[in-house]
């Protein structure tokens, strides 16, 4: 049995890992922003221990670069970075539901399913108002609870992944966009998801998922066409 120094330096280590991870998804710690343990220990008020093993395992999710002189510093992902990740994770969720994970999912538990349901609610709601600092936490709970109901633990976490990253190359250029146009580049399907997953429609769920993959694809391709 581990000691109980050992967790509770570990709960901080998350705790401070998850801190961090809002404010990059938040897009408060941008692209390229550079920092040191020394400065981030002092922020949270903590030693120094937990801080680095924070750091390491952002790095470790590719949100963060290590550079051994002058600290951490935030990613910058490239558009180009943007749509592998799309295009990775639409070939994983195609093949999901070409082998059943609609029905997989059909047999999930009613208390499961409404959970993932409540997500979507919220998640479209605030796709629809155009509420980024809403929709960011619950399109990505939303996808890793629709993930642990069709796929296995691996791919989930895999698909997680992507889409924290995806989120964090796009929330700093989504928060330029015009507020008119903005609505117009966030995916607000959930809800018609659910209800396809529900019926164990594998063809109408993949076409939903498909046309968010689009969405962002067309996105990235305006992107390059107006160089930051």
Known sequence: ???SGAVTRNTLRQQIAGALRDEVLAGRLRPGQEFTVKQIAEQYGVSATPVREALVDLAGQGLLDSNQHRGFQVHRFSVEDFRGM????SLIVDGIFREGGAPRAHAATGAALVSVRRRAEEAARAARCGDLNVLIGYDLRFWRELGALVTNRYIGEFLDRLRVQSWVFAVPRLRAEPEPELGEWLWSGHEQLVDAI???????ARALIAADDD?????????ERRPE
């Open 1 to 3: 049995m581990p000691a």
């Open 86 to 89: 799309i295009e990775a994770r």
């Open 215 to 223: 969405l962002a694809l067309r996105w990235a391709e305006r992107l």
């Open 198 to 204: 529900t019926r164990g429609d594998a063809a109408a």
